[in-house]
């Protein structure tokens, strides 16, 4: 089993910054790709950036340019920096971690972002 804990929600004005960091703990070793997710009341949860084990990344087109996910292995812990923050990055955002085998999905607690006009 892995856990996931997650911090660095908040609230935030338009423009600002956030950095998220997402902890992880246990069978570390069997974790390929984390990421985080968003979801909205009401509406699915997307990917917003994910990172793979040799530090391939990939993004959502509506955070390109604005989000840097990063990863330190020693620490097991993955980061989300959030610059230029608009009110539709509301949401909460849900760390995940997908083993190498495909068949894990493991979450965190999900961390609340507010980004006020």
């Known amino acids: 089993q892995v856990q996931l804990v997650e911090s660095g929600g908040g609230l935030v004005q338009a423009g600002g910054s956030l950095r998220l960091s997402c902890a992880a703990s246990?069978?570390?070793?069997?974790?390929?790709?984390m990421g985080w997710y968003r979801q909205v009341p009401g509406k699915q949860r997307d990917l917003v950036a994910s990172?793979?084990?040799?530090?391939?990344?990939d993004y959502a087109d509506s955070v390109k340019g604005r989000f840097t996910i990063s990863r330190d292995n020693a620490k097991n812990t993955v980061y989300l920096q959030m610059n230029s923050l608009k009110p539709e990055d509301t949401a909460v955002y849900y760390c995940?971690?997908?083993?190498?085998?495909?068949?894990?999905?493991?979450w965190g607690q999900g961390t609340q972002v507010t980004v006020s006009s």
């Open positions: 246990g069978k570390i070793s069997s974790i390929n790709r």
């Open positions: 990172i793979g084990n040799s530090g391939s990344t």
């Open positions: 995940y971690g997908g083993t190498w085998d495909g068949r894990g999905l493991y």
